[in-house]
């Protein structure tokens, strides 16, 4: 249809009469229960969520208080403690194997420029253990000695993550790797029972491929254990208790995510007798 017949139907259309609010209603189903706007802004968000080394506890990242702050809940039931206060955005707890702290990130006046902070369960006491305005460092996680704490490391300027080592008694750090192509970031997951080296994920910027990776504490020298050819995902969760497992989720097979469990004992050999 021609431009000007357009025109044309569009100024012979009728203008429409705007509905007045006080008769706008919603239509309602018979026996479902009517909420107001109250209630409706009443509900919270849960979390990111970590279990206490005795199984006692559970810390959870909630915004009952109308930010999200850290909350303690015991697993039987009622209603949860609240740990930290802060009008700053917290995620990703994670309780030390010692109990005596629980690491988490903490957002800087909403940039995503995280610091990595303790905080005691027994107190409430909070330490920053970075306090950098211009770094962010994330998802921390410990080592089962609690002697380190690894996290993800990115200047504001940087293109992608590295692995920073935290010592929380010390107060100090220092990079466990470095001058990862600018493509690739890596994210830690766990630490090997003995702390030698920690399972990592290594992801490339499109999100369409990631390798688990092992790292050597020591030195940083890195081992790949899910080597493929093309584009695949392969992304680990967690570690087994004797070190020799990965659980992880893979599209490898059928281009959707699966869970897989994933070998390392030989990769580790292999990465560590060259330490």
Not at 41 to 47: K, M, P, V
Not at 110 to 126: K, N
Not at 201 to 225: F, M, P, T, Y
């Amino acid at each position: 249809m021609p431009w000007s017949t357009w025109v044309a139907v569009m100024l012979t259309l009728p203008t429409p009469t705007p509905t007045p609010p006080e008769q706008v209603a919603s239509r309602s189903r018979e026996g479902v229960a009517r909420y107001t706007i109250e209630q409706f802004f009443a509900t919270r968000a849960i979390g990111a969520s970590d279990w206490s080394p005795d199984g006692r506890q559970l810390v959870f990242v909630a915004n009952i208080s109308g930010r999200n702050n850290l909350w303690v809940v015991s697993p039987e039931g009622g209603w949860p403690v609240q740990l930290t206060v802060s009008d700053e955005r917290q995620d990703g707890p994670a309780w030390s194997p010692d109990g005596r702290w629980i690491a988490f990130q903490s957002d800087h006046e909403a940039d995503e420029q995280w610091d990595v902070l303790l905080v005691s369960p027994a107190s409430g006491e909070v330490v920053n253990l970075t306090g950098t305005p211009d770094v962010s460092e994330e998802s921390p996680v410990w080592s089962r000695d609690a002697r380190w704490i690894a996290c993800a490391v990115k200047p504001r300027r940087d293109p992608n993550y590295e692995i920073l080592l935290l010592d929380p008694a010390a107060r100090t750090r220092r990079a466990l790797t470095a001058k990862t192509p600018p493509d690739l970031s890596l994210t830690p997951v766990a630490f090997s029972p003995d702390g030698r080296f920690l399972v990592a994920n290594r992801a490339h910027a499109s999100g369409k491929d990631a390798d688990v990776v092992l790292i050597a504490v020591e030195s940083g020298r890195q081992r790949v254990v899910t080597p493929h050819k093309g584009e695949q995902a392969w992304t680990a969760t967690d570690l087994s208790p004797d070190g020799a497992t990965v659980l992880a989720t893979s599209n490898a097979r059928n281009g959707f995510d699966n869970a897989v469990l994933v070998d390392i004992r030989e990769a580790a050999r292999a990465l560590l007798a060259a330490e």
